[in-house]
T-cell receptor, first 114, second 113 residues
Framework: GAGVSQSPSNKVTEKGKDVELRCDPI?????LYWYRQSLGQGLEFLIYFQGNSAPDKSGLPSDRFSAERTGGSVSTLTIQRTQQEDSAVYLC????????????FGPGTRLLVL | GDSVTQMEGPVTLSEEAFLTINCTYTATGYPSLFWYVQYPGEGLQLLLKATKADDKGSNKGFEATYRKETTSFHLEKGSVQVSDSAVYFC????????????FGGGTRVLVKP
């Protein structure tokens, strides 16, 4: 079946603008994760969803970052008032459940803030 | 907090050489350990995993053994191929800590023919 998909694949925006990044997890996967991959910080966890709730938001770097998940499926990561340091590849992953070991990653959205 | 340290790259090898990538971890609980691989232009893929001490994960000729006494999970392959050129990430997960993966910094491996 289809893997995790993310859109857009690339996004260029101006500093101060808001952006929305989308993740479609594997069908039937109840757990969804957002990570960020940047040159300076490596791969960092942002937020974890189990169903529509987010029991772990500990990785969100500031209140400019938010995420939601609706219908237990698609998730949107929103970055408000983007800054240049937000430039990174944003990765989404899903797993069958929160207790399942294997997370499957999407191809990522490459965000460049000018 | 929990952390993963892996050797910095790049690691450059000739085909058929032996590869070792060191990985050590610090964890407050009892982690599961993973190696993920990112081939050029592709997304992260799980390479292998081990969930308890002395377990050995293996896949595609790669192996790693969960060593609790040395808090290590070193990745090895006996004979690398050009197609093994990629970035390798060591990671841990503690189910009591929200299921997130904590990654090392990644090691770029370049295999030359």
């Amino acid at each position: 079946g289809a893997g995790v998909s993310q859109s857009p694949s690339n996004k260029v925006t101006e500093k101060g603008k808001d952006v929305e990044l989308r993740c479609d997890p594997i069908s039937g996967h109840t757990a969804l994760y957002w990570y960020r991959q940047s040159l300076g910080q490596g791969l960092e966890f942002l937020i974890y969803f189990q169903g529509n709730s987010a029991p772990d938001k500990s990785g969100l770097p500031s209140d400019r970052f938010s995420a939601e998940r609706t219908g237990g499926s698609v998730s949107t990561l929103t970055i408000q008032r983007t800054q240049q340091e937000d430039s990174a590849v944003y990765l989404c992953a899903s797993s069958l459940s929160g207790s399942t070991e294997t997370q499957y990653f999407g191809p990522g959205t490459r965000l460049l803030v000018l | 907090g929990d952390s993963v340290t892996q050797m910095e790259g790049p690691v450059t090898l000739s085909e058929e050489a032996f590869l070792t990538i060191n990985c050590t971890y610090t964890a407050t609980g009892y982690p599961s350990l993973f190696w993920y691989v990112q081939y050029p232009g592709e997304g992260l893929q799980l390479l292998l995993k081990a969930t308890k001490a002395d377990d050995k994960g293996s896949n595609k000729g790669f192996e790693a053994t969960y060593r609790k006494e040395t808090t290590s999970f070193h990745l090895e392959k006996g004979s690398v191929q050009v197609s093994d050129s990629a970035v390798y990430f060591c990671a841990l997960r503690i189910s009591a800590a929200g299921n997130k993966l904590t990654f090392g910094g990644g090691t770029r491996v370049l295999v030359k023919p």
